[in-house]
Structure formats: C-alpha cells, structure tokens
C-alpha cells in the first residue's frame, strides 16, 4: 500500500501559496468547517500542509479540543508549528509526519478533512479505510478536491471508494472551485 509519493505531493516550497489572505478568503475555513466542528472535539486534518485549515480548526474546538495535523512533509509541519506558537495554539495542535504508506495515527477523532490532497493518494482504498480506522461512531469525512485537477468522474470515483470502505454520503457543500462531499460512519 503506498499512500502518497513524492512526485504527487504539493512541495513545502509552495507553502506560500497554500496558507494566504486570498487563499482563506477563497476558502475561508471557518464557513467551510464551522457547521461540521465543536468545541471539546479531536479533529484531523489530513495533508495539512502549513496550516490553513489546521489552525482555524484550532480555534474552533477551542481549549478542550485537539487538533491532529498530519502532513508527509516535516518542512510543511515545522510551518504549522511556528505558526501554532505564534498564536497560542501550540497546546491544541499536534503534529504528526506520516509515512509514505499510511497516516499512523492511533486516536480517534469525530472529524477528519481531505482537502485537496486525495488525488495525491496512489491507493485511495488503502487510505479510506485506514481513515474509518480512526474515525469515532458518527463520526464524519470532508473530501474536498480541486475541479482544476480532478474530473468530475474521477471525484465521483473516489466517493464509490468511501462508501466500499464503509462510509455513507450525507451532503455536498458548496465550495468554490471544488468538488466536495461530506461522509459518515
């Protein structure tokens, strides 16, 4: 099973393209995010990369939440870090470099976000599952991939995978320039 590789990764040397003012009011997190997340909940983000989503998940499930953001590249999560600090948020953001296989996180979490990074994943099954690993009962999936980048078809591919790896849709938010659906156990 391999998870991502290189060639398909976003380069922590694009972070700056990731995580700024347009960026956040192109898709700003907290519309994105703030229905689906509560105060007191774990929540992972998934292919975090400097933080965008991460901290504003932070922020949300406030002091007795947690925020696990998983990244392959230790360059992207050194970013978060720096950023975590800055903003007092150091004690509800743990970071983990996952390995090229597999995530490798064993807690389990309410809310997990894909956002623009499944089509990175080279065995999206292998990934969907060890996402309903980790996931609590009830708990919920954000896919959310670029219509620049990934066909209607091949998005609409990836969700037949979720619901084989035992996920069950509920809604397709709206979000600009993408194709999104929100899963449940």
Known sequence: ???????????????FALDNPIRRLIHDPKKILG???????????????????????AKMVGESGKVIAVDLQEEMLQILREKAVNLGLESRIFTHKSDPDRIGVSLKVDFVLAFYMVHEVPDSKAFLK??????????KLLIVEPKFHVSATAFEKTIEVARQAGLRPICRPKIRFSNSQLLSL
């Open 130 to 139: 060890e996402i309903v690993s980790l996931l609590k009962p009830k708990g």
């Open 1 to 15: 099973m391999q998870l991502a590789d290189s060639s398909r990764v976003c380069s922590w040397k694009h972070a």
């Open 35 to 57: 229905e689906y997340i509560k105060p007191g909940q774990t929540v992972l983000d998934v292919g975090c990369g400097p933080g965008t989503f991460s901290i504003a998940m």
